[in-house]
Protein backbone atom coordinates (compact mmCIF):
# COMPACT_ATOMS: atom_id res chain seq x y z
CA UNK A 1 0.00 0.00 0.00
CA UNK A 2 1.41 3.33 -1.22
CA UNK A 3 1.63 6.37 1.10
CA UNK A 4 -0.55 8.48 -1.33
CA UNK A 5 -3.73 5.67 -0.99
CA UNK A 6 -3.56 5.52 2.69
CA UNK A 7 -4.80 9.58 3.33
CA UNK A 8 -7.99 7.46 1.10
CA UNK A 9 -8.47 4.63 3.07
CA UNK A 10 -8.82 6.81 5.83
CA UNK A 11 -11.46 9.19 4.74
CA UNK A 12 -13.21 5.72 3.24
CA UNK A 13 -13.54 4.86 6.70
CA UNK A 14 -14.35 7.74 7.90
CA UNK A 15 -17.33 8.52 5.99
CA UNK A 16 -18.35 4.49 6.71
CA UNK A 17 -18.32 5.62 10.07
CA UNK A 18 -20.11 8.67 9.83
CA UNK A 19 -23.06 6.65 7.31
CA UNK A 20 -23.34 4.10 10.18
CA UNK A 21 -23.71 6.56 12.57
CA UNK A 22 -26.53 8.32 10.21
CA UNK A 23 -28.91 5.38 9.64
CA UNK A 24 -30.54 5.05 12.94
CA UNK A 25 -31.64 8.99 12.59
CA UNK A 26 -32.58 8.80 9.13
CA UNK A 27 -34.86 5.94 9.62
CA UNK A 28 -36.39 7.27 12.57
CA UNK A 29 -39.22 9.08 10.48
CA UNK A 30 -39.85 6.11 9.12
CA UNK A 31 -40.72 4.25 12.32
CA UNK A 32 -42.89 7.25 13.61
CA UNK A 33 -45.02 7.28 10.65
CA UNK A 34 -48.84 7.27 11.92
CA UNK A 35 -49.69 3.67 9.81
CA UNK A 36 -46.56 2.10 8.86
CA UNK A 37 -42.53 1.74 8.76
CA UNK A 38 -40.26 0.15 6.37
CA UNK A 39 -37.08 -1.71 7.96
CA UNK A 40 -34.32 -1.78 5.81
CA UNK A 41 -34.41 -2.89 2.15
CA UNK A 42 -37.09 -5.65 3.69
CA UNK A 43 -40.17 -3.57 2.79
CA UNK A 44 -41.86 -5.05 5.79
CA UNK A 45 -45.05 -3.18 7.09
CA UNK A 46 -45.84 -3.02 10.74
CA UNK A 47 -49.25 -2.09 11.53
CA UNK A 48 -49.67 1.25 14.20
CA UNK A 49 -53.00 0.79 16.20
CA UNK A 50 -52.73 3.98 18.15
CA UNK A 51 -51.48 5.93 15.44
CA UNK A 52 -54.21 4.70 13.17
CA UNK A 53 -57.38 5.53 15.65
CA UNK A 54 -55.78 9.01 15.68
CA UNK A 55 -55.50 9.27 11.96
CA UNK A 56 -59.21 8.26 11.87
CA UNK A 57 -60.76 10.96 14.80
CA UNK A 58 -58.79 13.95 13.14
CA UNK A 59 -60.15 12.70 9.70
CA UNK A 60 -63.50 12.62 11.65
CA UNK A 61 -63.01 15.97 13.37
CA UNK A 62 -61.83 17.36 10.08
CA UNK A 63 -64.99 16.09 8.18
CA UNK A 64 -67.41 17.15 11.02
CA UNK A 65 -66.21 21.03 10.96
CA UNK A 66 -66.72 21.13 6.82
CA UNK A 67 -69.96 19.79 7.62
CA UNK A 68 -70.54 22.40 9.58
CA UNK A 69 -69.04 24.55 7.81
CA UNK A 70 -71.43 23.59 4.88
CA UNK A 71 -74.14 24.03 6.92
CA UNK A 72 -73.17 27.37 7.72
CA UNK A 73 -73.42 28.72 4.55
CA UNK A 74 -76.26 26.82 3.71
CA UNK A 75 -78.05 28.56 6.27
CA UNK A 76 -76.57 31.81 5.25
CA UNK A 77 -77.13 31.17 1.49
CA UNK A 78 -81.71 30.92 2.83
CA UNK A 79 -80.89 33.66 4.99
CA UNK A 80 -80.36 35.84 2.19
CA UNK A 81 -82.78 34.05 0.08
CA UNK A 82 -85.23 34.59 2.45
CA UNK A 83 -84.57 38.70 2.62
CA UNK A 84 -84.67 38.81 -0.87
CA UNK A 85 -88.18 37.66 -0.45
CA UNK A 86 -89.19 39.83 2.02
CA UNK A 87 -87.84 42.86 0.03
CA UNK A 88 -90.10 41.86 -2.94
CA UNK A 89 -92.85 44.53 -3.55
CA UNK A 90 -96.30 43.45 -3.87
CA UNK A 91 -97.06 43.08 -7.60
CA UNK A 92 -100.89 44.32 -7.33
CA UNK A 93 -102.28 47.95 -6.56
CA UNK A 94 -105.89 49.01 -6.01
CA UNK A 95 -105.27 52.44 -5.66
CA UNK A 96 -106.84 53.72 -8.75
CA UNK A 97 -109.93 51.78 -8.14
CA UNK A 98 -110.03 53.13 -4.78
CA UNK A 99 -109.37 56.75 -6.01
CA UNK A 100 -111.96 56.32 -8.39
CA UNK A 101 -115.01 55.37 -6.24
CA UNK A 102 -113.53 58.73 -3.96
CA UNK A 103 -113.93 60.81 -7.27
CA UNK A 104 -117.06 59.84 -8.05
CA UNK A 105 -118.67 60.55 -4.29
CA UNK A 106 -116.75 63.93 -4.67
CA UNK A 107 -118.95 64.32 -8.01
CA UNK A 108 -122.05 63.69 -6.48
CA UNK A 109 -121.33 65.75 -3.18
CA UNK A 110 -120.52 68.49 -5.90
CA UNK A 111 -123.88 68.34 -7.91
CA UNK A 112 -125.32 69.34 -4.70
CA UNK A 113 -128.07 71.71 -6.05
CA UNK A 114 -128.77 75.38 -4.68
CA UNK A 115 -127.03 75.31 -1.71
CA UNK A 116 -123.92 73.81 -2.04
CA UNK A 117 -121.00 72.52 0.49
CA UNK A 118 -119.97 75.40 1.14
CA UNK A 119 -119.45 77.46 4.19
CA UNK A 120 -119.94 81.19 2.13
CA UNK A 121 -122.83 79.91 0.19
CA UNK A 122 -124.60 78.38 2.89
CA UNK A 123 -124.74 81.37 5.11
CA UNK A 124 -125.59 83.72 1.90
CA UNK A 125 -128.46 81.49 1.10
CA UNK A 126 -129.82 81.38 4.74
CA UNK A 127 -129.51 85.09 4.97
CA UNK A 128 -131.79 85.30 1.43
CA UNK A 129 -134.05 82.75 2.14
CA UNK A 130 -134.25 81.85 5.49
CA UNK A 131 -133.20 85.18 7.40
CA UNK A 132 -135.55 87.24 9.20
CA UNK A 133 -138.92 88.00 8.10
CA UNK A 134 -140.10 91.71 7.55
CA UNK A 135 -143.75 92.92 8.32
CA UNK A 136 -143.26 94.86 4.87
CA UNK A 137 -142.91 91.96 2.83
CA UNK A 138 -145.05 91.27 0.04
CA UNK A 139 -147.75 88.57 -0.17
CA UNK A 140 -146.15 88.32 -3.44
CA UNK A 141 -142.25 88.35 -2.11
CA UNK A 142 -143.49 85.59 0.52
CA UNK A 143 -144.59 83.38 -2.16
CA UNK A 144 -142.04 83.28 -3.85
CA UNK A 145 -139.50 83.18 -0.67
CA UNK A 146 -141.61 80.06 0.45
CA UNK A 147 -141.51 78.81 -2.84
CA UNK A 148 -137.66 78.59 -2.96
CA UNK A 149 -137.08 77.44 0.27
CA UNK A 150 -139.51 74.00 -0.56
CA UNK A 151 -137.26 73.87 -3.73
CA UNK A 152 -134.21 73.42 -1.62
CA UNK A 153 -135.56 70.86 0.63
CA UNK A 154 -136.57 68.79 -2.46
CA UNK A 155 -132.82 69.55 -4.14
CA UNK A 156 -131.53 68.58 -0.67
CA UNK A 157 -133.68 65.18 -0.64
CA UNK A 158 -133.02 64.68 -4.35
CA UNK A 159 -129.37 65.18 -3.67
CA UNK A 160 -129.26 62.65 -0.42
CA UNK A 161 -131.02 59.75 -2.53
CA UNK A 162 -128.02 60.20 -5.13
CA UNK A 163 -125.39 60.28 -2.81
CA UNK A 164 -126.72 57.17 -1.13
CA UNK A 165 -127.18 55.48 -4.58
CA UNK A 166 -123.47 56.59 -5.29
CA UNK A 167 -122.16 54.85 -2.42
CA UNK A 168 -124.12 52.06 -3.13
CA UNK A 169 -123.18 51.53 -6.62
CA UNK A 170 -119.56 51.16 -4.97
CA UNK A 171 -120.21 48.28 -3.18
CA UNK A 172 -119.76 45.67 -5.64
CA UNK A 173 -116.42 47.34 -6.87
CA UNK A 174 -115.40 47.17 -3.37
CA UNK A 175 -115.86 43.65 -2.34
CA UNK A 176 -113.56 42.57 -5.58
CA UNK A 177 -110.85 45.41 -4.26
CA UNK A 178 -111.29 43.24 -0.91
CA UNK A 179 -111.38 39.97 -2.50
CA UNK A 180 -108.05 40.46 -4.25
CA UNK A 181 -106.44 41.71 -1.65
CA UNK A 182 -106.95 39.01 0.94
CA UNK A 183 -105.85 36.99 -1.74
CA UNK A 184 -102.27 38.76 -2.23
CA UNK A 185 -101.99 39.03 1.76
CA UNK A 186 -102.18 35.05 2.02
CA UNK A 187 -99.91 34.35 -0.79
CA UNK A 188 -97.87 36.85 -0.12
CA UNK A 189 -94.08 35.63 0.06
CA UNK A 190 -92.75 38.62 2.11
CA UNK A 191 -93.15 40.75 4.52
CA UNK A 192 -93.14 43.55 2.44
CA UNK A 193 -96.17 42.02 0.07
CA UNK A 194 -97.62 41.23 3.58
CA UNK A 195 -97.71 44.79 4.41
CA UNK A 196 -98.48 45.97 1.54
CA UNK A 197 -101.38 44.44 1.25
CA UNK A 198 -102.14 45.46 4.72
CA UNK A 199 -101.90 49.03 3.87
CA UNK A 200 -104.14 48.65 0.65
CA UNK A 201 -106.75 46.73 3.00
CA UNK A 202 -106.60 50.01 4.91
CA UNK A 203 -106.86 52.32 2.33
CA UNK A 204 -109.70 49.87 0.77
CA UNK A 205 -111.44 51.23 4.76
CA UNK A 206 -110.22 54.49 4.65
CA UNK A 207 -112.19 54.82 1.16
CA UNK A 208 -115.67 52.99 2.63
CA UNK A 209 -115.34 55.33 5.74
CA UNK A 210 -115.09 58.20 3.09
CA UNK A 211 -118.19 57.09 1.60
CA UNK A 212 -120.26 56.83 5.14
CA UNK A 213 -119.14 60.47 5.68
CA UNK A 214 -120.43 61.67 2.58
CA UNK A 215 -123.98 59.79 3.01
CA UNK A 216 -123.93 61.27 6.53
CA UNK A 217 -123.48 64.59 5.25
CA UNK A 218 -126.02 64.37 2.48
CA UNK A 219 -129.07 63.08 4.90
CA UNK A 220 -127.48 66.07 7.57
CA UNK A 221 -127.90 68.36 4.99
CA UNK A 222 -131.44 67.66 3.72
CA UNK A 223 -132.54 66.89 7.50
CA UNK A 224 -131.26 70.86 8.34
CA UNK A 225 -133.16 72.31 5.08
CA UNK A 226 -136.30 70.34 5.73
CA UNK A 227 -135.90 71.94 9.64
CA UNK A 228 -135.06 75.58 7.55
CA UNK A 229 -138.02 75.32 5.72
CA UNK A 230 -140.50 74.33 8.64
CA UNK A 231 -139.02 76.72 10.85
CA UNK A 232 -139.22 79.73 8.36
CA UNK A 233 -142.91 78.33 7.34
CA UNK A 234 -143.81 79.10 11.23
CA UNK A 235 -142.25 82.57 11.04
CA UNK A 236 -143.85 82.99 7.86
CA UNK A 237 -147.72 82.15 9.03
CA UNK A 238 -146.51 84.05 12.57
CA UNK A 239 -146.37 87.40 9.90
CA UNK A 240 -149.25 86.64 8.26
CA UNK A 241 -151.49 86.28 11.04
CA UNK A 242 -150.62 89.24 12.41
CA UNK A 243 -151.58 91.41 9.79
CA UNK A 244 -154.71 89.68 9.74
CA UNK A 245 -155.16 90.43 12.76
CA UNK A 246 -154.01 94.07 12.81
CA UNK A 247 -156.59 96.68 12.34
CA UNK A 248 -156.80 98.57 9.29
CA UNK A 249 -158.21 101.83 8.55
CA UNK A 250 -161.75 100.84 7.65
CA UNK A 251 -164.28 101.57 5.20
CA UNK A 252 -164.06 105.02 3.62
CA UNK A 253 -167.10 106.15 1.43
CA UNK A 254 -165.93 107.72 -1.71
CA UNK A 255 -167.59 108.90 -4.80
CA UNK A 256 -169.20 106.21 -7.27
CA UNK A 257 -170.16 107.06 -11.17
CA UNK A 258 -172.56 104.32 -12.02
CA UNK A 259 -174.07 105.68 -15.34
CA UNK A 260 -172.71 108.32 -17.86
Request: proline share 3%; hydrophobic share 40%; charged share 15%.
Amino acid sequence: MTCKTRPFLRMASATAFALTLAAPMALAPLFSTPAHAFFGGFGRIVYDPTNHGENLLTAARTLEQINNQITQLQNEAQMLMNQALNLTSLPYSSLQALQQNVQRTQELLGQAQNIAFDVQTIDQMFQQDYGNLSLTTTDTQMIADARSRWENTVGGLQDAMRVQAGVVGNIDGNRAEMAALVGESQNAVGALQATQAGNQLLALQSQQLSDLIAVISANGRAEALTEAERATAAEQGRIQRERFLTPGTGYQPGNAQMFN
